[in-house]
């Protein structure tokens, strides 16, 4: 009988890369889903970039994820862009269908997948905290599925009004940008708060965004993008205020899924990924 030795070939480029668990969530997925997959986590920097892309076409990769340094600096190697990553202006996932590269961003589409197991971003009030590539992932991935208004919260006015001036101009929502430069108070009627910081992951576990506590019972859902820990000091805050809380495994999960639907076709379990970041963060 005839053997099939060939791999659909996946991976990510990023430096550092070391700890990267994604490949871990992907290779659970592939394993699971009887796919003859790999998933292949590559230290790559920005002198290296242009060749390890060559290298992926070269090779017949399906795909590849980019992360830091590369979301931006990717793009000049692609041939076209989908509809938010062309708005965010970052790539973090690349399809490779006969030699052309799209490039994806499916950090906010993870977190809107994530979002709606608890929440209907549609219509929805929010406010969203930081304005690195996340939070711009987030907020526009939020108002391309309908959120009404989002507040954009930073320290530095530059990102943040340049954020808030991105959504209004690219989407449908109406964005507006809050100096944080005090605790910030959380208004009533809000749905969904988002903290799109480092603020809280580990080692720095204890850290505190700079909120006016009293005011988080305002606030119908509270997520953080941080999944390690999963359980933030900001969602410990959120639960005792009595508010629904979202924690940031949902996402990178989702992001996974969205990533093998990308490369495969196939829709993966999400309890299968999500049992590997539980054991791997305790």
């Not at 994806?104 to 589409?109: A, K, L, R, V, Y």
Request: hydrophobic letters at 50%; proline letters at 4%.
């Amino acid at each position: 009988m005839a053997h099939d030795f060939m791999s659909i070939l996946t991976g990510s480029f990023a430096k550092p890369a070391a700890e990267n668990p994604t490949v871990a969530v992907m290779d659970a997925a592939y394993a699971h889903h009887g796919l003859a997959a790999r998933y292949i986590n590559c230290e790559v920097g920005p002198q290296a970039l242009h060749d390890a892309v060559r290298g992926a076409v070269a090779m017949g990769f399906a795909g590849f994820n980019c992360s830091i340094p590369n979301k931006v600096a990717v793009i000049e190697y692609l041939d076209e862009l989908a509809p938010s990553a062309q708005i965010i202006g970052a790539v973090n996932t690349v399809v490779i269908t006969d030699g052309r590269l799209t490039g994806h961003n499916t950090d906010g589409q993870g977190f809107v997948e994530s979002l709606r197991t608890v929440a209907d971003p549609a219509g929805a009030s929010m406010v969203v905290f930081g304005a690195g590539g996340a939070a711009r992932a987030i907020a526009v991935e939020s108002a391309l599925a309908g959120a009404s208004q989002i507040t954009i919260v930073n320290r530095n006015p530059g990102r943040g009004e340049n954020l808030a001036a991105l959504v209004n101009e690219a989407t449908p929502a109406r964005a507006a940008f809050v100096l944080w430069d005090r605790p910030f108070a959380i208004a009533a009627g809000t749905d969904i708060v988002v903290n799109a910081t480092s603020i809280g992951l580990y080692p720095d576990t204890d850290a505190r965004l700079d909120l006016d506590t009293a005011t988080l019972g305002y606030a119908s859902v509270v997520a953080d993008v941080i999944h390690n820990p999963p359980v933030t000091r900001l969602l410990r805050d959120a639960a005792v205020a009595g508010c629904t809380t979202l924690d940031g495994r949902g996402m990178l999960v989702n992001q996974a899924r969205v990533n093998i639907r990308l490369w495969t076709g196939i829709d993966a379990d999400n309890a299968v990924m999500r049992a590997v970041l539980d054991d791997l963060f305790g």
